[in-house]
Structure formats: C-alpha cells, structure tokens
C-alpha cells in the first residue's frame, strides 16, 4: 500500500471505484495512525468517519427508514445465532489498510475479547449493511474491501429494490471480489452460514420493510 505525500496535480483511482482524489497533496493512512489520531482526540468518537484502504471518507447519514431496518437486522440474526457468536452494532471491524464500521457485524464472542483490539477478519463470520441512498458504495467500494479481507459472507439490504443481496467465496489478491452473489426477495428465506456451517435461516420479509 503507497503511503505519504504525493505532489499536487497527482491522481489515484481510489478503490472500488470511487472518484479521483483532488489535484491537492494528499495522505494516506495505517490502521496504526488512524487509531493515533483518535487516542490524541484529533477524531472523537462521534466524529462521522471511517478508514476505507488508507483514505479517511465521511459516513452515509441515516434516515428512520435505514435505523429501523437494522433493528429487525439485529431482532432476526439474535434468534438463530449459536452461544458463541454475538452482534455488534454500527461497531468498528479491523482490516489490514481498513477499519468500517458496517450496522452489523456478528462476530465471535464473548465481548471481552474485544476491550482492546476490534474484531479482525478471523473473528467476523458475516456483516450486514442496509443500503439506500449507499448502495452503489455498499456494492463496490465495501463489497471491494470486505472480499480483500476475505470476510466470508457479506449481506446488503437493499432497501431502494426490497431484496437481500447476499455475497459469498471472496477472492483477494489484486483484483479482489465475491465470486458468489444472490438475491432473495421477501419469500424467501436466507440461510444464515457461519464458519461455512448453516447455522439457522430468516426470512426476507423480517429484515425488509
């Protein structure tokens, strides 16, 4: 990963699509400096930012539509969910350049684990984003990053066509992507897969508004 200055009038494609960076000097960043940043109060916990492979972006403001979807997220997964696995809610994840913070992530558990360190991509069995007005995002940018992690499953609600898109077998390497996508529409049922075992299913229809 290229860190540091770069001279005026450079331009990166940042990843999965986003637009070029302005002709400006620009900086990218480590986990490691994004978490200094926020130990030394220069971003606060409610400043509304996240690292996506090195560049700080701003975060999707929420609407009650996109709110209330990820409580019938939480409400749905916590039923099926084996002892060992716990949610977690709009909460940080850890990659290796990238630290998003999708609205649902299950994770190993138990909590204490976490006190120090977020959960890494050994510890993340499935994370869920609600899209609306961030689908295009949601699909590339973070489909992008989180199958670069190898994140096994990854599910968009889609709230703009009223479908679940759930994403599966992430390739990394230099051209990262899930090779495995499908849609399920509010009579179907999706399972729900944790450390490649079905663990229980729910229905779209409880997820989608």
């Known amino acids: 990963m290229r860190t540091g200055l770069l001279k005026r009038g450079t331009k990166i494609s940042a990843p999965g699509g986003l637009e070029d960076c302005p002709p400006l000097p620009i900086h990218r960043f480590t986990v490691s400096k994004y978490h200094r940043m926020i130990e030394s109060g220069v971003l606060g916990e409610n400043d509304p930012v996240e690292l996506l492979e090195g560049w700080i972006v701003p975060k999707m403001p929420h609407n009650p539509a996109h709110d209330t979807t990820m409580s019938f997220v939480n409400n749905a997964l916590d039923v099926v969910l084996p002892v060992d696995w716990m949610l977690r809610i709009q909460c940080a994840v850890t990659t290796a350049d990238s630290e998003p913070e999708p609205d649902v992530a299950v994770v190993r558990g ?30 590339n940018v973070k489909a992008h990053l989180y199958a670069r992690a190898r994140l096994p499953v990854y599910w968009i609600v889609n709230l703009l066509e009223s479908k679940v898109e759930v994403y ?9 992507a899930y090779l495995q996508r499908r849609d399920y529409g509010k009579q179907e049922s999706i399972p729900v897969i944790l450390d490649g075992r079905k663990v229980g299913q729910v229905a779209a229809r409880d ?3």
């Open 207 to 209: 997820l989608l508004p």
């Open 168 to 176: 599966t077998q992430p390739k990394g390497g230099r051209s990262p």
């Open 110 to 139: 138990p909590a204490q684990r976490y006190l120090r360190a977020h959960p890494r991509p050994r510890d993340i069995g499935l994370v869920v984003k609600v899209a609306e007005s961030s689908l295009l995002i949601d699909r």
